[in-house]
Nanobody, 116 residues
Framework: QVQLVESGGGLVQPGGSLRLSCAAS????????MGWYRQAPGKQRELVASISRGYSTDYADSVKGRFTVSRDNAKKTVYLQMNNLKSEDTAVYFC??????????WGQGTQVTVSS
């Protein structure tokens, strides 16, 4: 079965950095748009960043200039480099694989906590 496994979350102080990874298996990774979403307690899940099969990227306004999404098709992995983290970035971060004509998938999520 298809798996998306996130890693790299943790506790970081404000202003710090983290790099999230999402490793995919049993999926034609290169054809999917890969996205990072997050969900904070009591809030709806929101799109943070995405990268298309053609390497086009899109970011939520709240993270522009601080987060960078990238992908390595050979490793079937998508990354989210998060710099200058703020307390409002605290959330569970989820990896998503999306395609217009294929089934989409979600990872289980990784917790990111920004606190001093």
């Amino acid at each position: 079965q298809v798996q998306l496994v996130e890693s790299g979350g943790g506790l970081v102080q404000p202003g710090g950095s983290l790099r999230l990874s999402c490793a995919a298996s049993r999926i034609m990774f290169s054809v999917y748009t890969m996205g990072w979403y997050r969900q904070a307690p009591g809030k709806q899940r929101e799109l943070v960043a995405s990268i298309s099969r053609g390497y086009s990227t899109d970011y939520a306004d709240s993270v522009k200039g601080r987060f960078t999404v990238s992908r390595d098709n050979a490793k079937k992995t998508v990354y989210l480099q998060m710099n200058n983290l703020k307390s409002e970035d605290t959330a569970v971060y989820f990896c998503n694989a999306q395609h217009q004509r294929l089934e989409g998938y979600w990872g289980q999520g990784t917790q990111v906590t920004v606190s001093s």
